[in-house]
């Protein structure tokens, strides 16, 4: 059982303490051995207050699955003009707890409580290409990121 891992709640925990020092208020952690691996799997810890700019993935393998393993997260998804056309929450215990991204789709994660979710999308890892990040939205680190964020919390109040 040497390269077995299980996914327990001290993983979670000590996950969420990690995110909680990290200046992007987010952390990671891999389960595919190198970055090259044709299956990207991660439990990834969010915080509230992460910015996390909306994005979409533009290659082929690259839809994105995410579940809820704890917290509650915000999910937004856009057209390429920025327009809301979905939004929805998903909780560890809720109707909902995970979605399936397509290629191409405008979304972002909004976390709402500490969340943890398991991610899964196709390899390798790739940094966000040109075109993938939504240019009608602020960049992480922008002094309007904030506004944005808070924009967004709003956004799922009523969801």
Do not use: W
């Amino acid at each position: 059982m040497s390269n077995v891992q299980a996914v327990d709640a001290a993983m979670i925990d000590a996950l969420l303490a990690q995110a909680q020092t990290s200046p992007r208020q987010r952390k990671n952690l891999n389960f595919h051995e190198r970055e090259t691996h044709p299956c990207q799997r991660l439990l990834n810890a969010i915080l509230p207050g992460s910015y996390v700019r909306p994005h979409r993935h533009l290659l082929e393998n690259k839809e994105e699955f995410m579940l809820v393993i704890r917290g509650c997260l915000g999910v937004i998804l856009y057209d390429a003009q920025g327009t809301v056309t979905g939004k929805l929450k998903l909780t560890e215990s809720g109707l909902v707890r995970a979605i399936s991204i397509p290629t191409g789709v405008y979304h972002t994660a909004v976390a709402l409580a500490p969340t943890v979710i398991f991610e899964a999308k196709g390899g390798p890892y790739a940094p966000h290409a040109p075109g993938e990040l939504a240019p009608f939205a602020p960049a992480e680190g922008a002094p309007e990121s904030a506004d944005y964020l808070r924009k967004m919390e709003a956004l799922l109040a009523d969801v």
